[in-house]
């Protein structure tokens, strides 16, 4: 089964840091990640972009982040990461990835993990 997994969420302090991964992995392959997004939900609203990162390596982050959160991608490990500093607790959310994979002969887009979540409380 091909699949993203995210990982490194928690509970921390306002103005603490975490850092979010994202693995992809398949069945017998080894996936690259072509870009990439992290986004995050509240409750029962929308799904909002984080941060993102195309094949070139442009990265793209919302204003609520700029300057605090940094996307950044690991091709020998197929994993992206989100470097999140300053927390606030308005960062709380439930934190998903979505990736484009590719592999010799073979690719999928949109592949979406399960999320992971953070919280943001004293």
């Known amino acids: 089964q091909v699949q993203v997994v995210e ?3 928690g509970l921390v302090q306002p103005g603490g840091s975490l850092r979010l991964s ?3 992995s398949g069945p017998g392959i080894v996936f690259s990640i072509d870009a990439a997004g992290w986004y995050r939900q509240v409750s029962a609203k929308q799904r909002d972009l984080v941060a993102s990162i195309t094949k070139g390596g442009s990265e793209n982050y919302a204003d609520s982040v700029k300057g605090r ?3 950044s991608r ?3 490990k197929s994993t992206v990461y ?3 500093n300053s927390l606030k607790p308005e960062d709380t959310a439930l934190y998903y990835c ?3 994979l590719s ?4 690719e999928y887009r949109e592949v979406w993990g ?3 979540l953070v919280t943001v409380s004293s």
Do not use: E, H, K, Y
């Open 103 to 106: 592999a010799p002969m073979i």
């Open 69 to 71: 959160f940094t996307i």
């Open 22 to 24: 994202c693995a992809a």
């Open 82 to 84: 989100l470097q999140m």
């Open 7 to 9: 990982s490194g969420g």
């Open 114 to 116: 399960q999320g992971t």
């Open 74 to 76: 690991d091709n020998a």
């Open 98 to 100: 979505a990736a484009d």
